[in-house]
């Protein structure tokens, strides 16, 4: 039962009167009233059926209206919506030792966060307490999430709305061997010349001021960008050469999207941090997570 009832025409008044969409020019946006999913499909309000190619935002990975996730979320709410995170509860408890039991062996602990650019934040923050430093590399390519700091490691255009930027926060070039417009042997020769690069400019940059590199294990929303053969292990070699920690922004990758619960189990790689969100929940409640190695 529904505690109210709108018409299409309802929905689509009070929408354009009282909501602002993200990523959006709002004034002339004209959005689809949807009015149920199930499965792979979702329906407008004219009852027209939809293919959900996109799993909406890269993060309904199990689809719409699965009943046994459903039943477990009302049970939770009945039982316990809500307790500060000062006690220890049975969910959080056995979601973090399962979580770690499944991770690269190297993670120690996890910090549930709300979502993405919230677990990207904590992550980064975590390094800053960690090395004693305040810079931080990521690359163009790339999105972490739009609240300001999240904004900031962002590389692509949507951090322009959080600019002029933090200060310490560098960006560095993808390996992205389609528009490189450098003709590479081999993908290894790529990765050298990418790491190489990188390497010149932490010294640049000064490496002892340097806490984190953040990379998208494999880059989502800018280009589907897989990793080269030897570039991740490259990154890790600079990481451990430096004392600079490797966080691997694994939110939209992470939790199957690459066959492995991980993306970098792909890889013989163990960043000193993974942040994820999406599908750990597909979309049926938020969460999101920062798990790391010293925590
Ligand atoms: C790689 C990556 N990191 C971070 C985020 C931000 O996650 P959220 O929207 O849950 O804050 C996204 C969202 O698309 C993402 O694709």
Redesign the pocket.
Known sequence: MRAYELTKEQIKDYDRKYNLHSWSANGNLDPLVITKAEGIYFWDADGKRYFDMSSQ??NSNIGHGNKKVIEAIKAQAERLAYIAPSYAVDVRSELARRIVEIAPDNMGKVFFTL????A?ENAVKMARMYTGRYKVFSRYRS????TMG?GNITGEPRRFACEPGLVGYVKFFDPYLYRSGIDFSSEEEASRYYVDKLREQIIYEDPSSIAAIVL?TVT??NGVIIPPKGYLEGVRKICDEFGIMMIC?E??VGWGRTGEYFAINNWNVKPDMITF??GITCGYAPL?KTGGNPL
């Not at 979502?115 to 919230?118: E, Q, R, S, V």
């Not at 999105?143 to 739009?146: E, F, I, K, Q, T």
């Open positions: 935002l890269v979502g993405g650019a919230d990207n999105y972490h999430g739009s999240a998208e989502g929303s922004d939110v939209m969100a999406k999101g």
